[in-house]
């Protein structure tokens, strides 16, 4: 039984190899701009867990999160991040408010199943609080340091293991390309 399972699985797969490596504009699988935001606020909602059971003072949540895939036609995604960074400082709570407009770029890790945003650029930035005044340049450094940190280490999106189909991709050698709108998985070269 476990023979005929192994050989039927190969022939499934042979079969998704065939028809993505015949076409070349195909793309069996691809993930939208709206699934990438829903990811990344679940990520960072992660993230900051994990950053203040570590011990951190430092807590991050978003209130927004918009994802522009493959803006003028580059393979790239821009990413519109508002929220607040807040200091838990001995017993006070101090809360930034943050917009942040970064730039990266999208790519694939094969072993993790997952998609990564690296090269990131910071193209725009605000940071509002009534406890700071004057130059906010620092504490923008800060707290852009601290999302390029966490956007580079953790997956804007990962292939759920859970479903077939995208079980079936992650065993084959994909890589991805940015549309307008979304990314597609695509076969390696």
Known sequence: ??????????????????????????SPYSVSERTIEGYLR?????????????GSPIGLSLSNADITLGPDGRDVAVIDLSGQVSLNAL????PVDIMLKVEGAPVYDSKEKAIYLRRLQLLDSRIESSFFKGDLKPVTDSVMAVVARMLE????????????TQRMFGMVPLDIRVAPGRIEFVMAD
């Open 153 to 164: 280490t953790m997956p804007v999106y990962r292939l759920d293991e859970s479903s077939s």
């Open 42 to 54: 679940d990520a960072v909602v992660e993230f900051d867990r994990q950053q203040l059971q570590s």
């Open 1 to 26: 039984m476990t023979e005929q399972f192994h050989a039927w699985r190969l022939c499934l797969l042979s079969v998704v190899l065939a028809v993505a490596s015949g076409c070349a504009s195909f």
């Open 91 to 94: 017993v006070m709570n101090l």
